[in-house]
């Protein structure tokens, strides 16, 4: 009882400490990472767009959610800090024809409102990444602008860049019914299915050391 | 969502470092250390990172309960007292979470 008690004390006061991310980025820094993009090669969103000239770093991807049945638009902000800084990135994003401003570096808790929900967190390997999830219906106008104003316009499904030049060009989306959420199969997998297979042998050790 | 680029390296990472800070403190064979460390840290690394990532960003939240978890394997598998295999996986998981954080270039 005592054990128990000491631990049940431990988990509580662990779970009302600050978040990760408040404790390594307490301020919020306007200082620019190098952000060389590497981290997001891997990622394989549906589409990852990459402003080079004025933030180097800063890309975001989009694709659709697999819960809700696929009715809604996720979109997420990546920013490198491989040398320690990061970005400071305010999106306009507008949601049918609601038009919302965050700054994401500001947001150390999750914002949520009717439409969109932004989260930032700490990704151990050295990137910091700030999501959004739009709740809005797929079929609605999805407007995402970054600060050097490029912007990405998704409606009915079909997706819309405009880089720096005012070239606009329409970026294929993929069907979400063949990919994962970050386009890794193997993601359940490493998550669930090695745990479980570790816990069936760890399990087998010990019956068979009790029938012995 | 976004982290989920592959855990095989950490993990990978965490079962050397774990490894070693349990040979130095359980006398036993190497290979049965070795073992158990593979077997514990596949247990709990993944839904530990997925837990962070996807729903509590609170590392030391995280990593609380991974000490518990692993206490119990620990005691189960190395046939230790609870008090003792509380302070194994307090020290593995201290090291292996600073080593860790080093790497990831905080």
């Known amino acids: ?212 | 969502m976004i982290a989920a680029t592959g855990i095989f390296i950490p993990l990978l990472l965490t079962i050397v470092i774990e490894s070693l800070v349990l040979g130095t403190l359980i006398s036993t064979r190497r290979a049965e250390v070795l073992f158990y460390s593979v077997l514990i840290n596949t247990t709990t690394l993944p839904p530990a990172t997925f837990l962070y990532h996807e729903f509590l960003h609170n590392l030391l939240f995280v990593e609380v309960l991974v000490i518990i978890a692993e206490t119990v394997l620990i005691a189960l598998l190395f046939r230790l007292p609870v008090r003792r295999s509380i302070a194994i996986s307090v020290i593995a998981n201290t090291v292996s979470a600073t080593i860790g954080i080093l790497i990831a270039g905080l």
Not at chain 1, 145 to 163: C, D, E, G, I, Q
Not at chain 1, 182 to 211: E, H, S
């Open chain 1, 1 to 212: 009882m005592k054990w128990i008690r000491i631990i049940v004390i431990i988990v509580l006061l662990a779970l009302v400490a600050p978040s990760t991310a408040d404790i390594l980025y307490p301020n919020n820094g306007s200082n620019n990472g190098t952000g060389n993009g590497e981290a997001v090669v891997a990622i394989q969103h549906y589409f990852v767009i990459e402003n080079e000239k004025q933030y180097p770093g800063y890309i975001f991807g989009l694709y659709p959610l697999p819960h809700g049945g696929g009715d809604f638009w996720s979109f997420e902000f990546l920013h490198n800090c491989w040398n320690g800084g990061y970005h400071l990135a305010a999106p306009t994003i507008s949601v049918m024809n609601r038009t919302r401003y965050y700054t994401l570096a500001q947001s150390k808790k999750d914002i949520r409102d009717e439409s969109i929900i932004f989260s930032n967190y700490y990704v151990f390997g050295g990137e910091y990444a700030a999501k959004a999830e739009n709740r809005a219906s797929r079929t609605d106008v999805l407007t995402i602008t970054t600060l050097n104003s490029t912007h990405l316009v998704v409606k009915n499904s079909r997706a819309f860049y405009t880089n720096l030049d005012g070239h606009t060009e329409e970026i294929p989306l993929n069907d979400p019914a063949t990919k994962t959420t970050d386009g890794n199969p193997f993601t359940m997998y490493q998550y669930f299915l090695l745990p479980l297979l570790a816990l069936g042998v760890i399990a087998a050790i010990l019956i068979r050391r009790y029938k012995q």
